[in-house]
Every structure is written in C-alpha cells, then in structure tokens.
C-alpha cells in the first residue's frame, strides 16, 4: 500500500514538470530547412488557435538537425524519411515509444536552363548520371553535400559514394536555381516548394529555368507517360521522385508535441499543406451546403 502510495506521488510530479497539455506549454521540434515555411504556416495558425502553446523550430539541413535527435536534445522533428535504427538507439534502450505520422507528400523537381532542349528524363538517365555511367555529358548540382535532397537520391540510385565527375553540390538551392540558370549543361535537383515560391527567400532566377517531365522506366506498365511535379501528379502518386514528409515525436508524453503532431495532421492542418502546393497526407472531401432561396 505504502509502494502504491508513494508511486502515485512521483507520477503526480513528473506530470507537474512537464506542465503541457496538447494544446499548451512549449515544444521544440527539428526541422529540415525545406519544410521550414510550411512549419512556420502550420505553427503560426496552430498557435493563433491555442494562445497558451508556444512551438519553436530548430532549422538546419538533415545531417545537421538528425545528431540532435539521435542524442535526444530534442525528442520531435521534421524530416522526409523514416528512421534509421542509428537513429532509434537512444530512445530504445530507454524504452521511449517514437510516434511516426506523415503529413505531407512533396516531389523533387529537375530544372533546366530555360533555353535548353531538354523537356523530359527518365528515372533511369538520372540515376545513370548519380551512378557515373551516364554517356550524355548531363550532370547533376545539388544544394549541398548533407541534404536530404542529395541523400534521397543517393539512396534511390543504390549508391554508397558520389561519382567523380558529372555530380555537382553548391551550398544552397537559390544557389542551385542560379547555376542552372547561367549554364545550359546542368541539370538541377530542388523541392516543388521552391518553385511554388513557397519559401522564405524566393529565387529570382525562377523565370529563366524550366522543369523537365519525368518518365518513371522502373516500371513495366509505365507507359511513354512523362510526369512534371503537379500538385496532382504528387497526391495521385504519377510523378516518380516522390518523398514523404513525416512529423516524429519521441517526446515521451502527452503534451503538447503530441497535440501539434496530431494536428499536422487534422483537416485545419491538412488544408494549410494542400494550399503551399504540397500533397496533403490526406485529401479531405468536399462538403456542400446547398441552400434553396424560395421567394414565391
């Protein structure tokens, strides 16, 4: 009895220490930097709803925000892959549970010169160039060397190292659009969101550079059909360079990580990622309320 007790009494604390609801207190949530404006739309309307909560965001490219989650810094981030289980270990050895949700669908986008021939790729040319054994002179630039975009590629191509030559990064994606811009032999790799304009700081390279339709050759029934990075095309699942977007919480409570992850998630915050030009995780229907005006 007195076990049971004093049990009750420690987990009445813990609670208190916390301090959080899911719709009040302060979390803090790593955020890879190509989703950091539809974060800061997201969190802007979240907190605007619940005046008591307070989401800040930690921005950096993938390989710098993952080390602060895998040594638990911060126990919530957004990124577009799932989890390694490098990234697991401390939270398994401490028995945390990890909640895992996707919210958002988004595409990487291949630009060209505007001036340049080229209109359409296939999965397989583009992944022939990251392999090093493309023969049509094509080459690839990338925002930076630790990015998630260069990654998911890496990943895609079945690749462990860059080639020598033909594969590119710079140190932004402004960076990207403007190489591609002023050279008619690059191919740049960017997110959809860029050119949505959906970012802080907008390219004004955008109108010289065009997007190529891509023709996914990994598949038998894929047809001649070559997809550009509609919104459509991302939420009807056509266009080849897909990526997920996931909200990750290892927080260990249910607070206020929990309330916004779940939220991400809601129709309100669904409707914020189908109006930035993503793909909602889901598409909610469509309700009418017709109204009959009799006057006679």
């Not at 129709?267 to 309700?287: D, F, N, T, W």
Request: contains cysteine; glycine residues 8%.
């Amino acid at each position: 009895m007195l076990m049971f007790i004093c049990f009750s009494c420690n987990r009445k604390t813990n609670e208190e220490h916390v301090g959080e609801k899911r719709t009040s207190g302060t979390t803090t949530i790593l955020v890879d930097e190509t989703y950091a404006n539809i974060l800061d739309q997201q969190i802007e309307v979240f907190e605007a709803d619940y005046t008591a909560a307070k989401v800040k965001t930690v921005i950096g490219n993938e390989s710098e925000i993952m080390p602060k989650f895998r040594n638990g810094d911060v126990k919530m981030l957004v990124v577009s892959r799932m989890l390694k289980p490098t990234d697991e270990k401390f939270y398994k050895e401490r028995k945390s549970p990890i909640y895992v949700d996707r919210f958002a669908i988004d595409g990487l986008a291949l630009i060209v010169n505007k001036a340049n021939t080229d209109s359409t790729i296939t999965v397989t040319a583009a992944f022939d160039i990251m392999r090093g054994t493309a023969k049509s002179g094509k080459k690839l630039v990338f925002d930076n060397a630790y990015s998630s975009t260069i990654r998911y590629f890496i990943d895609s191509a079945g690749i462990k190292e860059l080639p020598k030559q033909g594969v590119y990064t710079l140190k932004t994606t402004n960076d990207v659009i403007k190489y591609v811009a002023e050279n008619n032999d690059y191919i740049g790799v960017i997110g959809v969101n860029w050119l949505l304009k959906n970012v802080k700081e907008s390219s004004t390279y955008l109108s010289k550079i065009k997007t190529l339709g891509v023709k996914d050759t990994r598949k038998k029934d894929g047809g001649e059909a070559y997809y550009k990075p509609t919104q459509e095309n991302l939420i009807n699942g056509k266009y080849p360079f897909l990526r997920n977007v996931y909200i990750i919480n290892a927080e260990g409570t249910n607070g206020l990580g929990t309330g916004f992850a779940n939220w991400l998630t809601s129709p309100r915050g669904q409707l914020i990622v189908l109006k930035s030009g993503l793909g909602p995780h889901e598409v909610a229907e469509r309700q009418f309320n017709l109204k009959t005006n009799n006057k006679n």
